[in-house]
């Protein structure tokens, strides 16, 4: 299993971003997807999941301005930021739990500040 974010950058608060995570190795679109995020001295934390059949789930902090959502053809993973805030910078990756395990992409990092 492979899993490749990208889509990161630096950006100005109130700004916005798309990430992208290119997925191979396994059945996508059988597969619930996540976003997780981890800020420099912080743990790592959930931002959002997709199951398979489209459902979405979003942590408190980015309800409203992220949204996460799937292209089962292309294997790929998005999620929009809006009203990106410097509280959001981090380091994105994505996720899937899968044969008994967890796997994760390399991340891509978000910068909001000024």
């Keep these: 299993v492979q899993l490749q974010a990208s889509g990161g950058g630096l950006v100005q608060p109130g700004g916005s971003l798309r990430l992208s995570c ?42 409203g301005r992220f949204t996460i959502s799937r292209d089962n053809p292309r294997r790929t993973v998005y999620l929009q930021m809006n009203s990106l805030k410097p509280e959001d910078t981090a380091v994105y990756s994505c996720q899937v739990f899968l044969r008994g395990r967890n796997f994760w992409g390399r991340g891509t990092l978000v910068t909001v500040s000024s």
């Design 22 to 63: 290119a997925a191979s190795g396994l059945h996508f679109s059988l597969n619930t997807m996540s976003w997780y995020r981890q800020a420099p001295g912080k743990e790592r934390e959930l931002v959002a999941n997709i199951t398979s059949s489209g459902s979405t789930n979003y942590d408190d902090f980015v309800k």
